[in-house]
Every structure is written in structure tokens, then in C-alpha cells.
């Protein structure tokens, strides 16, 4: 069984800064590519960046120059850094990464969530 257990969302003012965690654990064999996706209410799920194992990240164009993807692959820990919040960046927050458990394909697991307020 795998679990993502996620942190550090909250509520800050528009100009701010937060960093979420996502720690995976679990009898895991590979975690491939790990990744933060976001909804706000009465929108759909959307990625907001995605970094695979050999360090390859990829962002949303909304968030592009302000959010920073990082991963501590001895510590199975996926980061989002993110700087300069604005109002629209309000949601809950999703970790997600595609884990091979023994004698099984590459499975997306996906966190609890986290609420990410940014009052203007």
C-alpha cells in the first residue's frame, strides 16, 4: 500500500510565498516522474509541474518564473516552491507520482490535498 502525505499549504497574502511536501512511502519498487496538479472550486484538476526522476521538470505557463519543482529521491519527497502567489493560484493542492509496486505496472497515486488561500 502507498501513501502521499502532503504539507505546508495555508493561507498567505497575494506577494507571498509557500512550500508544499509530498512524501511518498509505501513497499514501493520506482517512483517515476512526481508532480503537482491543482483545482480550484468550479474548475477542473490541472497540472501546475511535473519533474521526473532524472530531475526533467515541466510547468504550467501560469506559473512559470515563480513556482520551482524539486524532488529528494533518497527521501521519496516531491517539492513545490512556490514565490510571488497570486489570488488565482487559490486551490487545493495535489501531489501525484506514478509508483511500481512488486509485480505490478507503474500506478498514479495521488495525495489527500492541501488548501492553498492567497487573500489579495
Known amino acids: 500500500q502507498v501513501h502521499l502525505v502532503e504539507s505546508g499549504g495555508g493561507l498567505v497574502q497575494a506577494g507571498g510565498s509557500l512550500r508544499l511536501s509530498c512524501a511518498a512511502s509505501?513497499?514501493?519498487?520506482?517512483?517515476?516522474?512526481m508532480g503537482w496538479y491543482r483545482q480550484a472550486p468550479g474548475k477542473q484538476r490541472e497540472s501546475v509541474a511535473t519533474?521526473?526522476?532524472?530531475?526533467?521538470?515541466n510547468y504550467a505557463d501560469l506559473v512559470k518564473g515563480r513556482f520551482t519543482i524539486s524532488r529528494d529521491n533518497a527521501k521519496n519527497t516531491v517539492y513545490l516552491q512556490m514565490n510571488s502567489l497570486k489570488p488565482e493560484d487559490t486551490a487545493v493542492y495535489y501531489c501525484?507520482?506514478?509508483?511500481?509496486?512488486?509485480?505490478?505496472?507503474?500506478?498514479?497515486?495521488w495525495g489527500q490535498g492541501t488548501q492553498v488561500t492567497v487573500s489579495s
Open positions: 509505501g513497499n514501493m519498487l520506482s517512483i517515476n516522474t
Open positions: 501525484n507520482a506514478k509508483i511500481r509496486l512488486p509485480l505490478r505496472p507503474y500506478y498514479d497515486y
Open positions: 519533474i521526473t526522476s532524472s530531475g526533467s521538470t
